[in-house]
């Protein structure tokens, strides 16, 4: 493992540490983020700030790490399972797209791209805490989709199907805004990004003439 991770430690101040660096992180993003207000709002010292986190990055992807994890799991776990097929992934859809739109999954994917090489073990933790936890609880919303009759994926095809959901849900606006070519992504186009990325799958895996 990355000799980065392995710094990581847990104490007693741990998660006072990441509930203020996940504060200013939200406020000011990964650059306007001082080590002085990070440690102003968590409420310990620098020393004990650095005895948790040698450095801002590592904090940085780990409250990322966190939040991601925490959110990947409630796109899909908090929906009511007695709405009709199409409104679960509707609502799905959605979710997995408020999550990845969020300031600091934005600031989350720029920094993985750019530090991928350099630190690989966190590029993949956050891979395994995010779009691979996602894809795992959208194969668990398939399982009662398909024991419902409205949907008819093969086994071997299913966790290409998942992928292709998150896929076609992000289409045309993810890249631009990772890319800084857009600002944010308003409700009403995740909205219709989500319907449509519904009818497409549908269409291919939709039991109904």
Not at 138 to 148: K, S, V, Y
Not at 161 to 182: D, P, T, V, W
Request: glycine share 6%; proline share 3%; hydrophobic share 45%.
């Amino acid at each position: 493992m990355d000799a980065s991770v392995e710094k990581i430690r847990k104490g007693r101040k741990y998660e006072q540490v990441i509930d203020g660096a996940r504060d200013v992180f939200l406020r000011d993003g990964f650059d306007g983020a001082s080590v002085d207000d990070i440690a102003r709002a968590a409420g310990v010292s620098k020393a004990t700030l650095y005895s948790y986190f040698p450095d801002k990055q590592l904090l940085f992807m780990e409250v990322a790490r966190l939040q991601c994890q925490d959110q990947a799991d409630e796109a899909v776990t908090h929906l009511d399972r007695s709405l009709d097929s199409e409104t679960l992934l509707r609502m799905a859809g959605k979710s997995f797209l408020d999550i990845i739109f969020s300031p600091m999954a934005i600031e989350n994917f720029r920094l993985c791209l750019a530090e991928a090489e350099r630190f690989p073990a966190l590029a993949e933790e956050f891979w395994r805490c995010g779009p691979l936890r996602f894809k795992n609880a959208m194969l668990g919303l398939f399982d009662l989709i398909i024991a419902r009759g409205d949907i008819a994926i093969p086994e071997e095809d299913r966790e290409r199907a998942a992928y292709q959901f998150g896929e076609l849900c992000k289409s045309g606006l993810h890249m631009q805004r990772l890319f800084n070519i857009r600002g944010p992504v308003t409700d009403a186009e995740k909205l219709r990004n989500v319907e449509e990325a519904v009818r497409i799958f549908m269409a291919r895996y939709g039991t109904s003439e």
